[in-house]
């Protein structure tokens, strides 16, 4: 069974910084590209951050040089550290893991950039 689970949301002033995290069981992890997306209030989900297999990285230009997308393949985890946080940034995260046909997400973590 594939599991995702997303964790560090919060809270966050503007200005502020926030590190979440996605620990995957069930899957092979090293070989799975992992994502992270995000779904403002009223909005579609939106691309964040991409690491490939290969830890290249790729990012939405909103993000580009305040968020890092990092993974550790020893603790199956995936992270993504969050800086100079703007109220724009407010919305649920979700987790995705990807290799060919597979696609598997996590239930999401609440990040709220408010003062």
């Known amino acids: 069974q594939v599991q995702l689970v997303e964790s560090g949301g919060g809270l966050a002033q503007p200005g502020g910084s926030l590190r979440l995290s996605c620990a995957a069981s069930?899957?092979?992890?090293?070989?799975?590209?992992m994502g992270w997306y995000r779904r403002a209030p009223g909005k579609e989900r939106e691309f964040v951050a991409v690491i490939t297999s290969a830890g290249t990285t790729d990012y939405a230009d909103s993000v580009k040089g305040r968020f890092t997308i990092s993974r550790d393949n020893a603790k199956n985890t995936v992270y993504l550290e969050m800086n100079s946080l703007k109220p724009e940034d407010t919305a649920v995260y979700y987790c995705?893991?990807?290799?060919?046909?597979?696609?598997?997400w996590g239930q999401g973590t609440q990040v709220t950039v408010s003062s």
């Open positions: 069930g899957i092979i992890f090293s070989i799975y590209t």
């Open positions: 995705n893991a990807r290799f060919r046909a597979a696609d598997f």
